[in-house]
């Protein structure tokens, strides 16, 4: 099994800056990749952006060029910088870990967001 604990979210004001941490623990071996992904009340969870094992990364457009993720493989945790935060980028941030061929998919337990105007 694979525990992730995420730690970071909280209230901003537009134009803050918040970092979102996930630690991996467990059976973390044949890691694909690792990611955040959101959900905001009253629609889909979406990606904002994920990191390969092999280094390729990937942002959701909504979030190119002020969100930062990035990857500490020995600590085996993944941050998200998230900077000139928007209302709109409320919502429930989730760490995502995918492992294995098939592959296998585990979420963290969320971490709130929340952006004032």
């Known amino acids: 099994q694979v525990q992730l604990v995420e730690s970071g979210g909280g209230l901003v004001q537009a134009g803050g800056s918040l970092r979102l941490s996930c630690a991996a623990s467990?059976?973390?071996?044949?890691?694909?990749?690792m990611g955040w992904y959101r959900q905001a009340p009253g629609k889909q969870r979406e990606l904002v952006a994920r990191?390969?094992?092999?280094?390729?990364?990937n942002y959701a457009d909504s979030v190119k060029g002020r969100f930062t993720i990035s990857r500490d493989n020995a600590k085996n945790t993944v941050y998200l910088e998230m900077n000139s935060l928007k209302p709109e980028d409320t919502a429930v941030y989730y760490c995502?870990?995918?492992?294995?061929?098939?592959?296998?998919?585990?979420w963290g337990q969320g971490a709130q967001v929340t952006v004032s105007s």
């Open positions: 467990g059976s973390i071996f044949s890691i694909n990749a």
């Open positions: 990191v390969t094992s092999g280094g390729r990364i």
């Open positions: 995502n870990l995918a492992r294995g061929l098939v592959p296998e998919y585990y």
